[in-house]
Each structure stands twice: as structure tokens, then as C-alpha cells.
């Protein structure tokens, strides 16, 4: 018996009980849907993150204090202006640094207000170190640094809640009650990594003389974040240590004792962040796969059905000539066939689950491009066959091991 045929009868047999068909494949579509969601919203978070991260830079290096709150704010900070000019001197491995210091204000222009605003003061280095992008105007400059000018840079959605369409550059705002000229607004970062689109920023200068005096402590001004650029990716590791002994020593710690402050690659942390996802992407995945192996128990079931169903059939079969062989491959192929079509539908299935995951997304304002990786089709639709074989397997030997005889007396 040719293959063709085998698959024409099998299909044929599929046919006559549609909806039992439609609920076998149910536990497969199901189960696909479910894989190519998780794989494909996994993906895609993954890239996220990595554009995240890519934004800040493969060089970037933060030092902050050893217990850090929230924004860099809410611990006692361990570091100082000293730290940073010291690192800038002696690490040989270091292109730039730029220190920053952060507290909570009300900003106020016109009518409009927002309430505790994480104010940053910054070094012009910062718009290198940091890799920030200026949409209009500039960024804080060495003028503006030296003379403590009253300049702000704001963040896109602060300078969008305050001024709306009105071009902010020259306006005066009100920071903690003193006043201030807005120079520049950046690129929006998303709503991601520090929350960089909802800041305003001044000369860290202009920051201890107005916003934070009592900053000043008995080493120096204080400082939330150190951020040091390496002088490349190669180089990382030995900035960072670098980094280590110059603080060690000016903050007179002694071997054995701990860090009173953390060294913290952009690198490193993207590498544990995708590891973890992945490992979640797993996860998931894993629990999404019992979906098919459920499915793969109805095939099974549905199958055994179908050998007591067509005994007679399969005894008449027999008597004109068709072998175990074929016997065996007309139910592989049914069940192969009722794994196949449920993956397809799985699949599609799927699209439309991440489809519409990324319109809420958008709207939410996380958005991600909807796409299904081929790998995701292929693993889908092997799985799923492999499943409808494995599954078919034992009813399909059982049918051919019937005796001819004995199935046709079978009422």
C-alpha cells in the first residue's frame, strides 16, 4: 500500500468524527499556543533588555554605596566628590567619571507642578559617561559647572508634563522653591533603567550649594553614584579593580574587612539579567509543554478508541491482502496527522496571543515588536508530530497485531 493512500484513509477516518478530531487536537493547540507565546514574548523581552542595557554603554562602570535605595537615594552614602576625582587621577584603565548626586523636589512651571521629582546633579562628563542624548538645547556644560549656574536639563516626560507642546528651552522653572532655566531636554530612555526620563538635572555643583547642603559630610561632598567609563570592554575587569584599590585605601579599609561600597560592570549585570531570564524563558516554557503532554495522552486515547471502533474494518482489511505494515502506518499517520493539524492551529493561535500582548504593551507605554522566531515554528511543529507518533504508537501496533479472524467475528 502506497504512503498516499495510507494518508488518504487516514485522513478520511479523521473526516467522519470531525468534532472528536477537533476536541483531540484541542490539548496540542493548546499546548503549541502556549510554547510559542512564551518563546516568542521571551524573545522579545529579552531584546528589550539588551537595547536597555546597550543604551548605557558596555564600558559603564557604577559605584555606589554598599546599602543603595531606592533611585540611589534613601541610604547613607558612603562616597564622595574626593572618590571620583581620585579615581579620574589614578586609574590608568579609566576614560572618564562622573559623579552624581541625587535628592527629592518639587518642580513647579506655570500653572503646573510635580511633586518629589528625583533631582540629579551632574558633571558635563555625564552626558558621555552616561550616554545621554539631547533632543533640544544642550547639556550642562564646564561653564555652567564652574559658575553654579541655576540650569536644568529635563527628562522627556518631566519637560512633557510641564510644557506640553510649548518649546521649554529659556523658561524658568522652580526647584525646591528656587528658581531655574531650563538648557535641554533628552531623548526619552524609556521607563526603564533608573527612570532617566522622569529626572531633572543641574550642575552637581549648583546641587550642594542650593538643593543639598547638608550633603556636605566630614569627608567631603557626598555623592549617590560614581559612574566611570573603562577605556573599553577589554579592559573592564582591570578598571574595575583598580577602582577597588584606589577607594579601599582612601577609605582606609583593611584587608579582611568589607567594602563600605559596591563596583558594579553594566556588562555583568546584563549577562545575570539574561541568564535569569532565560532560565525563566525555561521555566515556562516547561509548564507550557504539559499542556502537550496532556495532549499527546488524548491522541492516545482517542486512538484506542478508534482501533475498538473499526476492528471489523481492520480484520476485513486484512483478509484481502494489507499487511501489519500497513495496518501500522495508516494509525501512525492519524495520529501524526491529528498532532500536525493541531500544531498548525497552535501556532496561529499563538501569533494572535502575542499579537495582542503587544498592543497592551504599547499602550501601556512597554512597547515590543510581535514576532514568532521560525525556530519557534519548526521546535512547534516537530514537537507536535513527535507527539501525534509517539502517542499513535501503541494503538497503532495493537491494530496490527490483530488477528483477521477474530476481527471479523467482532460485533
Same mark, same amino acid.
Given at each position: 500500500?502506497?504512503?498516499?493512500?495510507?494518508?488518504?484513509?487516514?485522513?478520511?477516518?479523521?473526516?467522519?468524527?470531525?468534532?472528536?478530531?477537533i476536541? %483531540?487536537?484541542?490539548?496540542?493547540?493548546?499546548?503549541?499556543?502556549?510554547?510559542?507565546?512564551?518563546?516568542?514574548l521571551?524573545?522579545?523581552?529579552?531584546?528589550?533588555?539588551?537595547?536597555?542595557?546597550?543604551?548605557?554603554?558596555?564600558?559603564?562602570i557604577?559605584?555606589?554605596?554598599?546599602?543603595?535605595?531606592?533611585?540611589?537615594?534613601?541610604?547613607?552614602?558612603?562616597?564622595?566628590?574626593?572618590?571620583?576625582q581620585?579615581i579620574?587621577?589614578?586609574?590608568?584603565?579609566?576614560?572618564?567619571?562622573?559623579?552624581?548626586?541625587?535628592?527629592?523636589?518639587? &518642580?513647579?512651571?506655570?500653572?503646573?507642578?510635580?511633586?518629589?521629582?528625583?533631582?540629579?546633579?551632574?558633571?558635563?562628563?555625564?552626558?558621555?559617561?552616561?550616554?545621554?542624548?539631547?533632543?533640544?538645547?544642550?547639556?550642562?556644560?564646564?561653564?555652567?559647572?564652574?559658575?553654579?549656574?541655576?540650569?536644568?536639563?529635563?527628562?522627556?516626560?518631566?519637560?512633557?508634563?510641564?510644557?506640553g507642546?510649548?518649546?521649554?528651552?529659556?523658561?524658568?522653572?522652580?526647584?525646591?522653591?528656587?528658581?531655574?532655566?531650563?538648557?535641554?531636554?533628552?531623548?526619552?530612555?524609556?521607563?526603564?533603567f533608573?527612570?532617566?526620563?522622569?529626572?531633572?538635572?543641574?550642575? !552637581?555643583?549648583?546641587?550642594?550649594?542650593?538643593?543639598?547642603?547638608?550633603?556636605?559630610?566630614?569627608?567631603?561632598?557626598?555623592?549617590?553614584?560614581?559612574?566611570?567609563?573603562?577605556?573599553?570592554s577589554? &579592559?573592564l575587569?582591570?578598571?574595575?579593580q583598580?577602582?577597588?584599590?584606589? !577607594?579601599?585605601?582612601?577609605?582606609?579599609?583593611?584587608?579582611?574587612?568589607?567594602?563600605d561600597?559596591?563596583?558594579?560592570?553594566?556588562?555583568?549585570?546584563?549577562?545575570?539579567? %539574561?541568564?535569569?531570564?532565560?532560565?525563566?524563558?525555561?521555566?515556562?516554557?516547561?509548564?507550557?509543554?504539559?499542556?502537550?503532554?496532556?495532549?499527546?495522552?488524548?491522541?492516545?486515547?482517542?486512538?484506542?478508541?478508534?482501533?475498538?471502533?473499526?476492528?471489523?474494518?481492520?480484520?476485513?482489511?486484512k483478509?484481502?491482502?494489507?499487511?501489519?505494515?500497513?495496518?501500522?502506518?495508516?494509525? !501512525?499517520?492519524?495520529?501524526?496527522?491529528?498532532? !500536525?493539524?493541531?500544531?498548525?492551529?497552535?501556532?496561529?493561535?499563538?501569533?494572535?496571543?502575542?499579537?495582542?500582548?503587544?498592543?497592551?504593551? %504599547?499602550?501601556?507605554?512597554?512597547?515590543? %515588536?510581535?514576532?514568532?522566531?521560525?525556530?519557534?515554528?519548526a521546535?512547534?511543529?516537530?514537537?507536535?508530530?513527535?507527539?501525534?507518533?509517539?502517542?499513535?504508537?501503541?494503538?497503532? &501496533?495493537?491494530?496490527?497485531?490483530?488477528?483477521p479472524?477474530?476481527?471479523?467475528r467482532?460485533?
Open positions: 500500500m502506497k504512503l498516499w493512500d495510507c494518508f488518504s484513509t487516514a485522513l478520511q477516518a479523521l473526516l467522519r468524527n470531525k468534532l472528536r478530531s476536541l %483531540t487536537m484541542l490539548g496540542i493547540m493548546i499546548g503549541v499556543a502556549a510554547v510559542i507565546a512564551v518563546l516568542s521571551g524573545r522579545a523581552q529579552t531584546a528589550v533588555v539588551e537595547q536597555a542595557f546597550a543604551t548605557l554603554g558596555s564600558n559603564l557604577y559605584v555606589t554605596p554598599r546599602q543603595l535605595g531606592m533611585a540611589g537615594l534613601g541610604a547613607q552614602t558612603t562616597l564622595t566628590l574626593e572618590d571620583a581620585a579620574a587621577r589614578h586609574a590608568t584603565f579609566v576614560e572618564r567619571v562622573a559623579p552624581s548626586a541625587q535628592t527629592y523636589a518639587q &518642580v513647579v512651571a506655570g500653572g503646573e507642578s510635580l511633586s518629589n521629582m528625583i533631582i540629579a546633579g551632574v558633571t558635563p562628563e555625564a552626558e558621555v559617561v552616561d550616554n545621554y542624548v539631547v533632543a533640544w538645547g544642550t547639556f550642562i556644560t564646564d561653564s555652567d559647572y564652574r559658575g553654579k549656574s541655576r540650569a536644568a536639563v529635563l527628562g522627556s516626560e518631566v519637560a512633557k508634563t510641564l510644557f507642546e510649548m518649546d521649554p528651552i529659556g523658561q524658568s522653572i522652580r526647584i525646591g522653591g528656587r528658581q531655574f532655566q531650563v538648557i535641554g531636554v533628552l531623548e526619552s530612555r524609556g521607563m526603564g533608573g527612570l532617566e526620563d522622569m529626572r531633572v538635572y543641574i550642575p !552637581l555643583s549648583t546641587f550642594y550649594t542650593t538643593l543639598a547642603a547638608s550633603q556636605v559630610g566630614s569627608r567631603g561632598d557626598s555623592v549617590n553614584t560614581i559612574s566611570v567609563q573603562a577605556k573599553s577589554d &579592559v575587569e582591570s578598571a574595575r583598580e577602582i577597588i584599590d584606589i !577607594l579601599r585605601d582612601l577609605h582606609n579599609i583593611r584587608e579582611g574587612e568589607s567594602n561600597f559596591r563596583v558594579i560592570s553594566v556588562a555583568s549585570v546584563a549577562e545575570q539579567l %539574561t541568564q535569569v531570564l532565560g532560565i525563566i524563558q525555561l521555566v515556562l516554557a516547561g509548564i507550557a509543554g504539559i499542556s502537550l503532554l496532556v495532549g499527546g495522552i488524548g491522541i492516545m486515547n482517542i486512538m484506542l478508541v478508534s482501533v475498538t471502533e473499526r476492528i471489523r474494518e481492520i480484520g476485513l482489511r483478509a484481502v491482502g494489507a499487511k501489519r505494515r500497513d495496518i501500522l502506518v495508516q494509525f !501512525l499517520i492519524e495520529a501524526a496527522t491529528l498532532g !500536525l493539524c493541531g500544531g498548525a492551529v497552535g501556532v496561529g493561535l499563538g501569533w494572535i496571543i502575542v499579537k495582542i500582548m503587544s498592543v497592551v504593551a %504599547t499602550k501601556a507605554g512597554f512597547p515590543f %515588536t510581535a514576532t514568532v522566531p521560525i525556530y519557534a515554528i521546535l512547534a511543529a516537530g514537537v507536535s508530530i513527535f507527539i501525534g507518533l509517539i502517542s499513535g504508537l501503541y494503538p497503532a &501496533v495493537r491494530a496490527a497485531r490483530l488477528d479472524i477474530e476481527s471479523l467482532h460485533e
